[in-house]
């Protein structure tokens, strides 16, 4: 009774599943935890856009209804307790740090990428 995953000595190694191939599967399961990039959440902190976050809607598709958000990390919390906790959080220090600095501009990119 060996375990059916593993590779036996003269046995022919078994094929893998259909999901190997599916690339619906693959699409959706690398863009379920999508979050926002470093440069859209760097737009949301400008002045003019803050007033949206700073007096959310009430949405009850969101965790939290929408009321509890993150504007640094873009992230909705479902009550006020984890998002103090999520402030002290190393995630959370780690992404202020990043938005200290100003993010490439398509313009930049495009200057320093020529050879």
């Given at each position: 009774n060996?375990?059916?995953?593993k590779?036996i000595m003269?046995q022919?190694?078994?094929r893998?599943?259909?999901?190997?191939?599916?690339?619906k599967?693959?699409k959706?399961?690398?863009t379920?935890?999508?979050?926002?990039?470093?440069d859209?959440v760097?737009?949301?902190?400008?002045?003019?856009n803050?007033?949206?976050?700073?007096?959310?809607q009430?949405?009850?598709?969101?965790?939290?209804f929408?009321?509890?958000?993150c504007?640094?990390?873009a992230k909705?919390?479902?009550n006020?307790?984890a998002l103090d906790?999520h402030?002290?959080?190393?995630?959370?220090r780690?992404?202020?740090?990043?938005l200290?600095?100003k993010?490439y501009?398509q313009?930049?990119?495009d200057h320093?990428g020529k050879?």
């Open positions: 060996f375990p059916r995953n590779l003269g022919v190694q078994r893998k599943g259909n999901l190997a191939k599916n690339k599967f693959h959706k399961r690398s379920t935890h999508y979050t926002k990039d470093i859209q760097y737009d949301d902190l400008k002045p003019e803050v007033e949206k976050f700073v007096a959310p009430f949405d009850e598709t969101l965790p939290g929408g009321q509890y958000y504007i640094s990390c909705h919390f479902t006020k307790h906790e402030s002290k959080s190393k995630f959370h780690r992404m202020l740090k990043r200290q600095e993010p501009s313009k930049e990119s320093y050879f």
